[in-house]
């Protein structure tokens, strides 16, 4: 936690228009010079139900959420349903002020649109204000929007009355207001924009201490998504086909390769189910594309034996999957990380596949690259495993990190010269030797002179013919699993996606995987100012396992607390699995309640299994013991 | 300068070239009617004029499903049901191929009937070839879509309670350009359909009858057939939806009461395949994508330059 940052809250209802006035304001703090994190909470419905998205600033790094927040602006959910006598989801009008209001923190500053809320409704509003010196200014955010424009534009007016209250500079709001529409809507925004700034600073004393952080930055920063990273990852790559069925928090990076597909020359395909979607992929990349598919848990169970027949046929397709709270529908805008097994082992057989769990936006970027680059040099299916927190998650990181030149080189795939010395030597291609350097056996593509084979799903033999002979069985299974291996051996010398963070010589460990990279190392910082010795790793490469890299770290500390968005600690298994040792070390601490943890939660996790305790009180995490091997 | 040369060579072609080097022993029962569509198919290529080698065949799951094993071309033995979104997607990709898809009764109505629905209503420039035999001839004789009422397997051992799928019908309504029924009885017909359908420039719909002697054998042997183009009986515009539909039910209904109806059904040869409509709106370039990733002066698109709107 730095002493200076801004945790500003905007909650509403689904369809006020939180999500665009939120990335609005959040480049405007990065225009500023601040670096941001966004967390994005919303309920899965279009209209109406309590949705926030916290911007959390600082001139210092933030690689998380924060714990709670310093600002709420409750716009109120002008979509919300009329509450019946004991309706179960009770005044869903008032949420965006009542609930959570306890995370506010102490000193902090609250803007209510009174034109909509009645903060009496609230038990003990008063009080609760009194006790935790919040401050509060009250303003009909709706009535000025209406005057001036349309009830939407209240979410302007709460902006304008931010700033006011911050000391903000209004050019930057204004520049990327400007930059997002125009005519008769821009000037109704700047109008309402100026008129509630005006208004807070003529008609209110201002009580409060907290001001927006300042900052400079010395490089371009870019404010990106995960699905930025993953998207540009594969466009940087050449893939120009990509595959898909519509499905919550998956469309985001489905969607934005569409939109730029369009432009470079590309194909989008959105078809009937996802195992067209997978098998779509397979028919490209066969034919010669660089090709994508994805989904989140539901579609990518759809994928599984297509994903099978690509292992077997050994065509390169690279797969996303965007983890959201299961089983079945579970909570589908919630994050989770409860796939993880699933994405492993997923088909029948024996799986073959590479998995990476990209941690930010730039290891979404760079990771998503090796996944191209592994799953056609080495023939393999590779997939890049994230979740709702990172997919829709925004924050800024340096601009440098896409000036990288494109690779789209094809991988193992043989030339018609190289056919045609192929059909002197052997006296014809063989697509699947035995032979082939570690593990890859080069192939051709359809059209190609000399080049003609069979693809199949049937184990077959070297020219591609069915084949249930027991000897070519276990050459080709061992030759198609040795390919992992090599792919090991890459990643030790061209890759370094684990993340290690916190002192080297620390005595204790904090194991996570994808999108906790940033709160395990926040964390992490706070422990060891508290005075704790404690450091972090964040693994990203979940097949191959980074076994070296993960077994060292253990060995370095007395015990590891492995932090994981899932009920039955999913990841540790992986470890244990993989490692086959280390099960008296690993604790785990557990939370599948729909929202990422906050830095505070794992501090305290830590602190209570370092006393032994196994209860955290006041939090939604769990804490299993270790269990041996 | 293309990559793939094999594509658009002028020169004779023999239907001997789609024989495989190692020719593979059919699992095929003597007596099958599969090997009707393999002779057809090797006698339609040459006059498609199209070679092995640009030649793309997916096939699906089933005794069908083995077609790639003894055809020579570009192959993909693909999985149960999937053969059309594997062979879809490769056309898009490189639409110089030559792409045909074939697999059974219970793999395209059944299984891959969603693939069925949407690869038609799309529009591909592409074959699909469906072997009708009305029954699951590779698990040992179950009930399959097209398996009439009544039909007594042990998976319905009182008989299907199911009326069968209309195939016909099914492409037409949803969206095959071209619809045609033949039976391996009648290889010359099965040969010109099979040229028809691949010079089609759209989605060609073959329900291909083929005898299963062994797990059908009471079923008939599609004989006699009747050409309807050559019966006298019929008289229908094939490019009138609404008389191709009412022949279409008129067949289906005859086939479970012994009277084989064979011919084209329905031909539409005015609307746009999938990529030309794609290619209008902008959706899929007009220069193969496969031949893109051979092109050392195409100068490739950058990430980095769609940065503006992150700032």
């Known amino acids: 936690m730095t002493d200076d940052e801004l945790i500003w809250r905007i909650a509403g209802g689904s369809g006020d228009g939180i999500d665009s006035t939120s990335q609005n304001f959040a480049k405007a703090l990065m225009r500023s010079g601040l670096n941001v994190f966004t967390h994005r909470h919303y309920p899965s419905r279009i209209r109406g139900g309590h949705t926030y998205v916290e911007i959390r600033a600082s001139d210092e790094e933030v690689k998380s959420r924060g714990d709670g927040y310093n600002f709420l602006l409750a716009l109120g959910d002008s979509f919300a349903r009329n509450p019946q006598e004991e309706a179960y989801y009770g005044n869903e009008e008032i949420k965006p002020l009542s609930e959570n209001l306890d995370e506010l923190r102490e ?37 000025l929007a209406k005057e001036y424009g349309r009830e939407v534009m209240r979410n302007t007016a709460g902006v304008g009355a931010t700033a006011a209250l911050l000391d903000l500079d209004l050019d930057p709001i204004e520049d990327l207001m400007d930059d997002a529409m125009s005519g008769d809507v821009l000037e109704a925004n700047l109008t309402i924009l100026h008129d509630a700034y005006d208004s807070l600073k003529e008609d209110y004393e201002f009580t409060h201490d907290l001001r927006a952080p300042e900052g400079t930055n010395d490089e371009e920063q870019v404010f990106v998504s995960g699905s930025h990273g993953i998207a540009y990852g594969a466009l940087d790559e050449g893939c120009r086909f990509i595959s898909g069925y519509p499905m919550t928090p998956w469309t985001d990076v489905y969607t934005l390769m569409t939109q730029n597909l369009s432009e470079f020359g590309g194909i989008s395909e959105q078809v009937e189910d996802e195992i067209a979607a997978a098998s779509l992929a397979i028919g490209a990349s066969h034919a010669g594309a660089k090709a994508m598919s994805g989904s989140s848990g539901g579609g990518f169970a759809l994928m599984s034996e297509p994903l099978g027949l690509a292992e077997i046929t050994e065509t390169p397709i690279v797969l996303v999957e965007a983890m959201r709270a299961g089983p079945s529908t579970g909570m589908p805008t919630k994050p989770e990380q409860g796939d993880l097994e699933h994405v492993l082992y997923t088909s029948q057989g ?3 596949r590479v998995v990476f769990a990209p941690g930010d936006p730039a290891e979404c970027y760079r990771q998503t690259r090796k996944a191209f680059e592994l799953a056609y040099d080495y023939q393999i299916p590779a997939i890049v495993l994230y979740d709702q927190k990172l997919s829709g998650g925004h924050q800024t990181i340096p601009e440098s990190v896409f000036d990288e030149e494109p690779n789209p080189d094809l991988g193992s795939v043989v030339s018609e010269q190289d056919l045609e010395e192929a059909a002197k030597e052997a006296g014809r291609f063989k697509r699947y030797v035995y032979d082939g350097e570690g593990g890859v056996s080069p192939r051709s593509l359809p059209g190609q002179k000399g080049g003609n084979f069979l693809a199949s799903g049937n184990e077959h033999n070297e020219v591609g013919h069915i084949s249930e ?17 090599s792919i090991s051996e890459d990643l030790a010398e061209n890759a370094d996606h684990q993340a290690v963070h916190g002192p080297e010589d620390a005595d204790y460990g904090i194991l996570s995987f994808g999108s906790t990279k940033g709160v395990a190392e926040e964390a992490v910082d706070r422990l060891n100012e508290e005075g704790h010795s404690v450091k972090s790793m964040n693994v990203s490469d979940i097949m191959p396992f980074a076994k070296d890299e993960v077994t060292e770290f253990l060995e370095s500390v007395d015990e590891a607390l492995v932090i994981e968005m899932n009920a039955t600690a999913q990841f540790r298994r992986h470890i244990q699995g993989q490692l086959g040792r280390f099960g008296e070390k690993l604790y785990s601490l557990l939370k599948y309640d729909g929202n990422p943890f906050e830095p505070a939660e794992v501090v305290s996790g830590f602190e209570v299994r370092l006393e ?17 091997d | 300068m293309s990559a793939f040369n094999a594509i658009g060579e002028d020169r004779e072609i023999d239907r001997d070239e789609f024989t495989p080097e190692i020719e593979p022993q059919a699992t095929w029962c003597p007596g099958c009617g599969d090997f009707g569509v393999l002779k057809a198919l090797k006698q339609a290529m040459p006059q498609v004029g199209r070679t092995p080698e640009e030649t793309l065949l997916v096939t699906g799951i089933g005794c069908s499903g083995k077609l790639s094993s003894y055809f020579r071309s570009y192959g993909f033995h693909s999985i149960h049901g999937r053969s059309l ?26 299984i891959g009937g969603n693939h069925f629905m949407h690869t038609a209503r799309e529009n ?8 009708d035999n009305e029954i699951f001839g590779l698990t040992k004789g179950q009930t399959s879509p097209t398996s009439p009422k009544g039909h007594k397997s042990k998976t319905q051992p009182h008989g ?40 089609h420039d759209g989605f060609a719909h073959v329900d291909f009858l083929t005898q299963c002697p062994t797990w059908n054998k009471d079923a008939k042997q599609y004989v006699p057939y009747i050409d309807i183009q050559d019966s006298d009986d019929y008289d229908f515009d094939i490019h009138d939806r609404r008389e191709a539909s009412e022949m279409m039910h008129e067949a289906e209904d005859a086939l479970y009461e012994g009277e084989v109806l064979t011919g084209r059904f329905y031909v539409d040869e005015d609307r746009p395949s999938y990529q030309a409509e794609k290619q209008a709106t902008g959706d899929m370039p007009e220069e193969p994508l496969a031949e893109r990733y051979f092109d050392d002066d195409y ?10 709107r992150h700032k």
């Open chain 1, 107 to 143: 000193g902090g500053v609250i803007i209510y649109d009174k034109g909509l809320l009645d903060a009496s409704e609230i038990e003990n509003f008063d009080e609760r204000v009194e006790e935790n010196d919040w401050h509060v200014y009250d303003l009909d955010l709706r009535g």
């Open chain 1, 350 to 352: 024996d799986s073959n």
């Open chain 1, 469 to 485: 002979d027991p000897d070519n069985r276990v050459t080709q299974m061992n030759r198609r699993l040795a390919k992992l291996d």
């Open chain 1, 612 to 628: 032994g305790g196994a209860d955290v009180t006041d939090h939604n995490v769990r804490i299993e013991s270790a269990t041996g």
């Open chain 2, 85 to 110: 979104p594997v062979a879809r997607a490769a056309k898009m990709a490189n639409p110089d191929l030559e792409v045909i898809a074939a697999g059974g009764d219970g793999d395209g109505y059944g």
């Open chain 2, 124 to 131: 591909h420039d592409m074959t699909y070839i469906v072997f």
């Open chain 2, 160 to 199: 299907s309670a199911k009326s069968p799928i209309r195939p016909l019908s099914l492409g037409l309504t949803s969206g095959a350009s071209y619809v045609a029924r033949t039976a391996a009885v009648n290889p010359n017909q099965a040969k010109e359909i099979l040229t028809e359908a691949m010079e």
């Open chain 2, 299 to 308: 100068e490739w698109e950058r990430s980095y330059d769609l940065l503006d």
